[in-house]
């Protein structure tokens, strides 16, 4: 828990990461679906920053490996359908993007306590 000093602050930046990584979230699975590799690379790449910046270290990194494949395949103007390790890295992304997103929830529920 943060101090009441910085508690409206604290849920803010938290209430904004969880409703913007939701978003990204949605956004990167539709764009794998349609193999949308420009769409990938850069909601991966806005997620990796927003993670950094919460200190969401491990899903920083994993939104990190999943913009440098997509950036390749964007860059070489694929439309090819994702590798099935590149399904596994967006699979991994979702599982710790829904716990970090549980942590988060928490920790605004803690604020002011």
């Not at 101090?3 to 956004?27: K, M, V, W």
């Not at 997620?47 to 070489?76: D, F, P, R, T």
């Not at 970090?100 to 605004?108: N, P, S």
Request: proline share 2%; hydrophobic share 40%.
């Amino acid at each position: 828990c943060v101090d009441e000093y910085g508690e409206d602050l604290a849920a803010s930046f938290i209430t904004r990461f969880i409703s913007s990584t939701q978003e990204r979230r949605r956004l990167i699975g539709t764009a794998v679906a349609a193999c949308d590799w420009e769409t990938i690379y850069k909601e991966a790449h806005s997620l990796k920053g927003s993670c950094a910046y919460v200190h969401a270290a491990q899903l920083a990194q994993l939104a990190y490996e999943l913009q440098v494949v997509a950036k390749v395949e964007w860059q070489a103007g694929s439309n090819r359908e994702p590798e099935p390790d590149v399904v596994d890295l967006v699979a991994r992304i979702e599982e710790l993007t829904s716990r970090t997103l549980e942590e988060m929830k928490a920790a605004v529920g803690c604020v002011g306590s």
